[in-house]
Each structure stands twice: as structure tokens, then as C-alpha cells.
């Protein structure tokens, strides 16, 4: 395991340096012995992940790394893509918006939205920032998220009274957290915008890891219909977990 962990640290070092770096270079910030270190870099030009420019003797990734990231980068566009237009299609008869919320920087940001023209109150868009304490969609980004990681993340961001019904501690996000794993998915209303009703589900890689939301923000007026709810919550879950299968998450279909 420690030879492979070395070699991802030697790829992921070179990755960042478009200029490539020398033989001791590598050695001065992996911190691994100059016998080991050049046995393995021997093993990672052989498979052609890294390179050695005849001249420089600088060490640069190689095409082999290059075609790992080209495809994930497919992967991510195809996955992207998919997003948007299923998260149009979600908008449809929901009288709302379609979010999508990622981690970045510890911070959860909207990097996607649909819909919600008639929606004044609703604040959410590309870029901001959303209170991990105060919205569904931020929220449930923290589902599987122990308590003092919640705690320390929102030490970090704050626990701002944007409205009465928005958690003053870390003890009341923790009941809304319950309530998240119990139920798979989240709800907040008049926490942070006048009004809005949100409910949002979490997106899960193939490492079982978080990495976005889904969320269909809106207001109680659209949801007086009978069994409009039900039908927003199954539509979002499963969207959540179609996005999870593109990211190589497998679980039992079911809502």
C-alpha cells in the first residue's frame, strides 16, 4: 500500500507543476529515500505516467496520466450536461427552482440553478454562498458528516438568525441532521429566504462521499395541491440518486 501511496503523490505533485520538477526537487517535497524514489519513478516512465525530458532531465506526467484525466474530465462534462437538463425537467410543475449545491472550500456553493423567475424572495444563485445551517440544500451536505465536523465547519461559517425558524446552535442543526438520515432527504422553510420551502437530496460519488445536493426550492402557494409534495420528493430523490449512479454510487432504487 505505501508504494502506492507514494506513486499517487508523485503524480499529484507533478500535476501541479506544468514546468515539471527534477529528481531531487520530487525528493525534497515528497520526503521519500532517493533509492525508493527513483525505483518508482522507473516503474511510473516504463507505464508512461510520467515522462523524463531528455534535456532538463525534468520529470513531467506522462500520456498515461493524461488519458486518466481526459476521461474523468468526459465523465464530468457527460455528468454535467445530464445535470442541467434533468434539473430543467424537474422544474417543470414545481412552480419553483432547481439548485444544485457542491462543497468548495468548505463552503457551500450554488453552481447550478433552473427556473424560479417568480420567485422574488428566492436569493439563491450561481456562485453564492449558502449557509450550511440555514438552507435544505446547503444542509443536507453534511448528512453523513460526524457532529464535530458539523460543529467545526459551522464555527467556521457562522450560525446567523436570518429568520425565527432558522437553527441558533449546533444542537438544532443536529436535530434537522436526524431527521435527514432518517428520512434520506431534507426540508427547510422560511429559514433563510421570506417564505421559500425547499427540499433537497444528497449526491454521493462512487467512494460513498457527498459532493452535491439537488433541491427544488419553492413556496407553500405551489404546494396546496394534494400530494404535491410526495410527487416533488420523489422526483428529487430519485433525480439525486440517477446523479449518484452517473458518479459510480450504487444503491437499491426505491422511494
Known sequence: MQLVRRAILVVDQLARFGDGLTFQELC???????????RLLSVLEEEQ??????????YFLGPAASDVGLAARRRTIHVAEHLGRCLADLVEGSGGAALLTEFVDS?????????????????AEV????PLH?????????????????????????L?????????SVDEVMKRLVLLRR??????YDEFDIGIWSLAAPVRNGAEQVVATVAVATTEAHLSHPGAVGRLRTRVVNLAR???AELGHRAPRAV
Do not use: K, N, W
Open 134 to 158: 440555514a438552507t435544505a440544500e446547503a444542509r443536507t451536505l453534511m448528512i453523513d458528516m460526524p457532529r464535530h465536523t458539523v460543529a467545526r465547519l459551522l464555527a467556521d461559517t457562522g
Open 28 to 38: 525534497d517535497a515528497l520526503d521519500i529515500p532517493g533509492a525508493s524514489l527513483h
Open 242 to 244: 440517477d446523479m449518484s
Open 107 to 123: 463552503r457551500a456553493v450554488c453552481t447550478a440553478r433552473h427556473g424560479g423567475e417568480r420567485l422574488p424572495c428566492l436569493s
Open 49 to 58: 505516467f510520467i515522462i523524463r525530458h531528455r534535456e532538463s532531465r525534468r
Open 183 to 188: 428520512h434520506g432527504y431534507g426540508i427547510s
Open 127 to 130: 456562485g453564492q454562498i449558502m
Open 160 to 168: 446567523t438568525p436570518f429568520r425565527p425558524r432558522t437553527p441558533r
